[in-house]
């Protein structure tokens, strides 16, 4: 697809970065994947998820690797200073908005003096978008979570902008189902919305792109954001 960008946001992060012994905090940090591709390059990683379950599964599939904890972004776990790099992977905007604030008062606080922080998050725009937004139309938080971005650049003290690039990313979506699942594991209230809104989903997703193989292949425009902690 035109303008697609060939890099995941991970080789983003690691072309901006050098990783190897960093003390990083994944937040938001899934299946702990991030996490654990740090880890392999180099870095000590460290993931927060925001329920024991979610901990427990990446702690089953990645070991020693990393270190999981249970906490939310704006309460963080951690003591002052404790991390060289933080990163937020398409999480800013699950955090609650009446509490972004909070959220990068903490990280701030878990940073240390010039170490830095990457935000990568998804607009509210795009087939992607359009896709999932039946089930969760997420403009508000995700235009919400790009204004708090816009004021981290401009006038927060706290943090000095090193890096912007907005670029597209594209999704592969093999079966409807497994992404479905992924959907509301990623947020359970989802699914008492699901079956008001199951056949708007098939639809979308039969009318969606495919490649070679079958697999529906959507666009996902982003932005991605370093920034040093002063």
Known sequence: MTGVSPLSDFDRLSRLVPLSGCDVLDI?????????QMADAGARGTGLEVDAARVARATAQHGSK????EGRAEALPFPDAAFDLATLFFSLHHVPVPVL????????????????????????????????????????????????LAAMAGEDPRFALIAREAYTTERRIPELQGFIDRL????????????????????????APRDATGT???????????????
Request: with cysteine.
């Open 184 to 207: 509301v594991g990623v947020d359970p209230a989802r699914a008492a919305r699901l079956p008001a809104v199951q056949d708007a989903l098939a639809a979308r997703y039969a009318a």
């Open 66 to 69: 990393i270190t999981m904890r």
């Open 28 to 36: 938001g940090a899934g299946d702990g994947a991030t996490a654990a």
């Open 101 to 148: 604030g909070a959220a990068l008062a903490e990280v701030a606080r878990v940073v240390r003096p010039r170490g830095q922080v990457f935000v990568v998050e998804p607009l509210p725009e795009g087939p992607m978008f359009e896709l999932v937004r039946p089930l969760d139309d997420e403009t508000v938080v995700r235009e919400a979570a790009q204004a708090r």
């Open 216 to 230: 529906a292949v959507l666009a996902q425009p982003c932005v991605a954001c370093l920034f040093g902690r002063v």
